[in-house]
């Protein structure tokens, strides 16, 4: 099993950037693939990116393409999301969320990190 914890979320103006950190408890970091998703207000929660084992191959909503950047650091148990050019439509609860099966479903999530961008 693995622990989650985002951080880095907070209030920034249309067109800045945040950096979402995930830090991930147990030394099998490495052999999950990992998300990022969003659920704003009144939404259905969406899959924002996601990134294989190496960090070789990742995948973007096409809301954020070209803005967002996902990456791990294996060394430090640790995924990331560098989100910039926001939008106040970016406004929401980000979490980060880990998959053992590779392919599976996401088993394990963290609690959310609230990020508000305002106009």
């Known amino acids: 099993q693995v622990q989650l914890v985002e951080s880095g979320g907070g209030l920034v103006q249309a067109g800045g950037s945040l950096r979402l950190s995930c830090a991930a408890s147990?030394?099998?970091?490495?052999?999950?693939?990992m998300g990022w998703f969003r659920q704003a207000p009144g939404k259905e929660r969406e899959l924002v990116a996601e990134i294989n084992l190496s960090g070789g191959s990742t995948y973007y909503a096409d809301s954020v393409k070209g803005r967002f950047t996902i990456s791990r650091d294996n060394a430090k148990n640790t995924a990331y999301l560098q989100m910039g050019s926001l939008k106040p439509e970016d406004t929401a609860v980000y979490y980060c969320?880990?998959?053992?099966?590779?392919?599976?479903?996401?088993?394990?999530w963290g609690q959310g990190t609230q990020v508000t961008v305002s106009s």
């Open positions: 147990g030394r099998t970091f490495s052999s999950y693939r």
């Open positions: 969320a880990a998959d053992p099966a590779l392919g599976g479903p996401y088993d394990y």
